[in-house]
């Protein structure tokens, strides 16, 4: 039962998010022989004032 988690700024709409769980679900199941149905995947979205490079916020560089 493959459990993936992807983490990214926030920012997408819903359409990208969903035909991102569909292509990642996809992948995983051709390489791994699992089961769609057994594949979880869990969106996390990182709000750009939570989120630094080099010692900057990412909300800090507009």
């Given at each position: 039962?493959p ?15 969903k ?32 989120y630094?490079?080099?010692?900057t916020l990412?909300?800090?560089?507009n």
């Amino acid at each position: 039962m493959p459990f993936i988690t992807i983490e990214l700024l926030e920012g997408r709409s819903e359409e990208q998010i969903k035909a991102m769980v569909q292509e990642v679900t996809e992948a995983v199941s051709k390489n791994t022989n699992a089961p769609k149905e057994n594949i979880h995947v869990f969106v996390e979205e990182l709000k750009h004032n939570r989120y630094g490079v080099g010692g900057t916020l990412k909300s800090d560089e507009n």
